[in-house]
């Protein structure tokens, strides 16, 4: 079996995987930037909104820091896969940029 692989066939958001007498190329995690198999704990590099811990890109809860990322009023952070997302606390909704009580 030739190992096609050695010549970096792949994009650079994809690893690839050297089968009898072929190859594919697979997408990396979604946690990476470059990557050189499957799985967080291949990644070349983080992806925005992850961090390198245990060998893994993990991601980071903007919604722990000690900074907080939604500073309107009535409003509550939720945490996402890479990123995050402020929404009106229960009770309020959005209103032009606004969170007011319903």
Sequence with gaps: DLDECAASPCKDHQYCLNTDGSFSCKACDTSCVGCTGEGSEKCKTCASGYVKEDE????????????KVC????????????SYKCVCSEGFEDKDGTCVQT
């Design 56 to 67: 893994k890109c993990t991601d980071i809860d903007e919604c722990n820091l000690p900074e």
């Design 71 to 82: 500073t309107k009023e009535n409003q509550d952070c939720v945490n996402t896969s890479g």
